[in-house]
């Protein structure tokens, strides 16, 4: 068996995964044609496949990329489905760029998808060289922690769905080699040489150079970085879930209590990661808090921890959430109603 079908089968999951019908991302590439050709390869007979191209409106021979998708897709027996994309004119898309908005329209297309055929499974091709170059581009922007540990083997793309991600831990090159024994092309799209795309820009510019300079190794050093990041970002969430379940009560009313003269000597880093545990526990939207609403739960924490008369009596936060110290050295937050946290 060659080693990139070796790779791919260990990658999959070991229960349930062919028990219902997988839907594969296919754009025509290298990457997703060696990912559906390498599980056709490797189903059992009773395995349900379903090849899905979302058609882009970015590029001229979007059609031509279709048509060689729905020809594998029925040399190889494997039921097609595509869907025209007009990532261009996305009424919803506005501020969003045009990577995240083709990339929103399109896991929504597999999710509809997925429904439709009673899927539990989304497979798409990223590879090894993929995840070097996100975990690149999230430093550029200046991820924390968890975003320096890249894109995830798994995680949930609906309810009931998951994403999967198995040739992860392959580079790009095994998929291509994996090809050319089977005698199988691919589409080249022309508009991964655009470097006025930022991915583009750190493959061809950035990581290309210094492959074939003075790091050749860096795809796999940045891979290697992203599943240490991961390590270390997963202890501190099970130290914040553990810390979290020790100093924090919530009453009968919904009122969170926290035990600040215990918290406040703690690492701040880990007090942050305990109030992100904490907004993710009570379902408190999130997506309005910024580092300084994070500071200033901080600081009245340290402040009521120290047993200091407090500056002011509350702290309001975004979607209605307050903090406020209270006796015995301790801080209480809450929203005002479940039905309006939810709501927001």
Do not use: K
């Amino acid at each position: 068996m060659h080693p990139f079908l070796i790779g791919l089968s260990a990658a999959l999951p070991r229960a349930g995964f062919w028990e219902s019908p997988v839907i594969v991302a296919v754009s025509g590439g290298a990457d997703s044609v060696a990912l559906l050709v390498g599980l056709v390869r490797v189903a059992p007979a009773h395995a349900r496949l379903v090849a899905a191209h979302a058609c882009h409106d970015l590029r001229a021979d979007a059609d031509a990329d279709r048509r060689f998708v729905a020809d594998l897709a029925a040399r190889l027996g494997v039921p097609d489905e595509s869907r025209a994309l007009a990532v261009r004119d996305d009424p919803q898309g506005l501020g969003e760029g045009i990577e995240a908005r083709a990339r929103r329209l399109r896991y929504a297309f597999f999710t509809d998808l997925a429904y439709a055929h009673a899927a539990r499974h989304v497979v798409v091709g990223h590879t090894a060289d993929d995840q070097a170059e996100t975990i690149l581009q999230r430093a550029l922007r200046g991820t924390g922690i968890a975003g320096l540990a890249g894109m995830r083997v798994s995680r949930a793309l609906a309810d009931g769905v998951a994403l999967l991600r198995p040739l992860l831990a392959q580079p790009r090159a095994a998929g291509r080699d994996f090809l050319e024994s089977e005698g199988e092309a691919w589409r080249e799209d022309a508009t991964n040489t655009d470097p006025r795309f930022a991915r583009n820009f750190l493959r061809h510019e950035i990581l290309a150079r210094v492959v074939h300079g003075p790091y050749p190794a860096a795809p796999a050093a940045l891979a290697r970085l992203g599943q240490q990041a991961a390590c270390v970002a997963a202890s501190l969430t099970s130290a914040a879930t553990a810390l979290l379940e020790a100093h924090a009560r919530r009453h009968a009313d919904g009122v969170v209590v926290l035990d600040a003269a215990a918290l406040a000597p703690l690492d701040r880093h880990l007090l942050g990661h305990l109030l992100a545990a904490l907004w993710e526990r009570e379902g408190w939207p999130r997506r309005h808090m910024t580092a300084q609403h994070y500071e200033t739960i901080l600081r009245l924490i340290e402040a009521a921890g120290r047993g200091d008369e407090p500056a002011r009596a509350a702290i309001d936060l975004p979607a209605g959430v307050r903090a406020r110290p209270t006796a015995g050295r301790r801080v209480e937050l809450a929203a005002p109603t479940p039905a309006v946290s939810a709501a927001q």
